[in-house]
């Protein structure tokens, strides 16, 4: 298991307890993750930072689960942006990609990124991909588009947890992402009211996650900046990282089971076929030769 100190640059999330286990606590560093994520899809700073939150809470969201468990998270939307999809597993593997990913407003009131102008309203699915027959599906509304406020109200509604949530993206003006992290805190079963009044107050007083980690803060600093006197134990610590699953060989199953009338359709219109990856842009082409296998390896699944 990678161990980060706070001289290490590299994306990683800590879970921990705080207050003797009143409060189940996360932070992660996802600088790299979600500027992987921009450069792959070509992401405006607008589009980068919708999409660097969500990949931040679906991280948060994979590491609680077990592997070979994963998660999905859709946010489907209104807004110009119209979509995000994003996936975890409990390793700290993320990918993710967002319908419009050019979407490009002016900045808000605050001078910041709209994000919540790019997303509007819409709903906020998420899938859990335990193992069993059936996912377990949960889903509210969207109450604000800023992405970390429609956790909050996810957990809250959908999971009866008490959340804060808070996740930030700071973009470089020349589109790059210079910083990307986030925090989570929930308030376990039987939490003292000091220890909600104290939680409540941090929360308040928080700095603004994406300045926190261009300051230097790794993830057990995103901690402490949260829980004051509140004494932390640290459960976990794991890297992050933008990866995809997809390979050639998935999208050559893909191909044949389109069967064998419209592959040898393909060959004979096209020569030639080319399919891109949502999730991280990969390209994969295939040739006349290529098709022909794959034509035969159809027909002779069809007899």
Not at 8 to 36: F, S
Not at 44 to 67: C, D, I, N, Q, Y
Not at 105 to 121: C, S, T
Request: charged residues 25%; proline residues 4%; glycine residues 8%.
């Amino acid at each position: 298991m990678a161990v980060y100190g706070s001289g290490d640059r590299g994306d990683h999330l800590v879970q921990a307890l705080l207050a003797d286990g009143q409060v189940r606590a996360m932070a992660a560093v996802t600088t790299r993750t979600v500027e992987e994520a921009r450069w792959r899809h070509d992401l405006s700073p607008t589009a980068a930072a919708a999409l660097g939150r969500t990949l931040t809470v679906t991280a948060f969201l994979g590491a609680m689960l077990k592997a070979p468990q994963k998660v999905s998270v859709e946010i489907v939307c209104d807004g110009p942006i119209k979509a995000l999809h994003a996936q975890a597993d409990a390793e700290g593997r993320v990918r993710g990609y967002v319908d419009n990913p050019h979407v490009d407003l002016p900045v808000n009131a605050r001078g910041k990124l709209d994000v919540a102008g790019a997303v509007g309203h819409g709903t906020l699915y998420v899938i859990r991909d335990l193992g069993l027959r059936e996912p377990y599906r949960g889903f509210v509304p969207l109450v604000s588009g800023e992405i970390g406020e429609d956790f909050a109200y996810y957990f809250l509604h959908s999971e009866q947890t008490p959340s804060v949530v808070a996740v930030g993206v700071l973009v470089d003006p020349d589109h790059r992402v210079r910083a990307a992290g986030g925090l989570l805190l929930q308030v376990m079963p039987g939490a003292s009211e000091e220890v909600i009044s104290v939680l409540e107050q941090r929360a308040r007083e928080l700095p603004p996650m994406s300045s926190a980690v261009d300051q230097g803060k790794d993830a057990e600093g995103l901690l402490a900046l949260a829980a004051g006197d509140l004494d932390v134990r640290v459960l976990r610590r794991l890297p992050v990282q933008f990866k995809c699953s997809c390979s050639r060989e998935r999208f050559e199953r893909a191909l044949v089971a389109l069967g064998e009338e419209e592959l040898r359709d393909m060959l004979e219109t096209d020569g030639s076929a080319e399919l891109v990856c949502h999730f991280c842009s990969e390209v994969y082409r295939f040739d006349a030769k290529d098709l022909a296998a794959l034509l035969k390896a159809a027909s002779y699944r069809q007899q």
